[in-house]
């Protein structure tokens, strides 16, 4: 049902339009003699659209229609009025009008052409409204993100810039928001330069040397690099990631970025009390294993069994990742290269000779699921005690990481001390990757 407030000082012609309209059961008609009485009706009830004649005593229809933009109201209004003189439509538009209707000719077909008027003006009001809470909620919730994050659009205009970015750089939102020309790098590089964001819409442009490390993980770029300026000329160690934007036709309308300060993370976690379930255990029984001459380790009781890679059979349309699937005795089991999910070089391969396959007790989209290393080393016991939980230059990159151990470990015959990387397997599969393999 629209309700529709109708406005004329012609008590013959409310009556009329009042008929007319509601000949259309989607319409319920409501009537003033004058502006002031129309104000009066919407501080008491509420109304969809407006229609209004524009030569009235005391207050014409324009001034009522300010009156009523005036007050933020942005109900559709629709001036309906026998005065037909250009500047009187210019006025009515300027003002806020939605519609400009001269009256006059056959009575039905004029007010089927006001019904028609009407409609469309509540139909674009509903449009707009709906397409501004959408944009709060995108801004509501890139606010809500805890990394410093902006975005820009294909011509490199700043259209987001959430509390985390006026925080760590000093630049508050209105300051920036409509801002081009690489005006998003000077608080990083006091100078106006292409950055990471701008490497994802334009691949045709050469990396800086501010990035020593440049990662490509699908469409995203990811790099860390040290502002000296930042902590007041202590420097700070930046991890970076940026993505295209895409609309609902997959066109790239624009790129974010999101930074974050891995110092600051770092001093965070020594602060926080080591109380979690599993930071409680004293120790636990791992299984180390090789990655780019790293050691790793998972809980041992995530495993089910370690074997030798066998063929891996690839799947199309996969997330980067995902190697393939092998048969276990009649079972699939789907098989993660970590490498590349902790954006290591090297993703995709491993040594024909030692590497294995970890089958753990996860599954992803409802198969066996295994991980890919280079080598298996040992069995080992934990000291958590002694376990870095706040080593966040690595937890940055991956939320699987729980921190770094240095623990005894036999390799070779020999028992020796090593940094080990702790992983929680729960957290090494997310949820968009789980949610395209049950796609797939």
Known sequence: MISVLYVDDEPTLLDLGKCFLETDSRFSVDTANSAPEALGKMERRGYNAIVSDYQMPGMDGIEFLKKVRGAGNGIPFIVFTGR????????????????YLQKGGEPEALFAELRH???????????LTHIRNLERREADIINFLPDATFAIDVNGIVIAWNRAMEKMTGIRTAEILGKGDYAYAVPFYHRRRPVLIDLVLHKELEPSGDYPTLLREGDNLISETTIPHFNEGRGALLWFIASPLYDNTETVVGAIESIRDIAALNRAGERQPKNSARERRESVQVI????????????????????????????????PGIMGIIDIRGEIATILDPKYRFRMTGAGQH?????????LERTIAGTQFGILVD??????????????????????????????????????????????????????????????????
């Open 84 to 99: 037909g003189r250009e500047e009187i439509v210019i006025q009515a538009l300027n003002a806020g009008a939605d519609f």
């Open 351 to 359: 040594s024909a000779e030692s590497s294995r396959i970890i089958l």
């Open 117 to 127: 008027q009407i409609c469309q003006a509540v139909q674009q009001r509903k449009a």
């Open 375 to 440: 080598d298996v080393v040992s069995v080992s016991t934990f000291d958590t005690t002694q376990a870095d939980y706040s080593f966040e230059s690595m937890k940055g990159r991956d939320s699987a990481i729980i921190g770094i151990i240095r623990n005894k470990i036999r390799v070779d015959e020999r028992e020796r001390s090593e940094l080990i990387i702790w992983i929680d397997i729960k957290n090494l599969v997310d949820s968009s990757m789980t949610d395209r393999l049950q796609d797939n």
């Open 288 to 319: 180390v294993f090789v990655l780019n001459g790293d050691l790793y380790a998972i809980d041992l009781s995530d495993v089910i069994e370690v074997r030798q890679k066998t063929a891996i059979t690839r799947l199309p349309n996969v997330p």
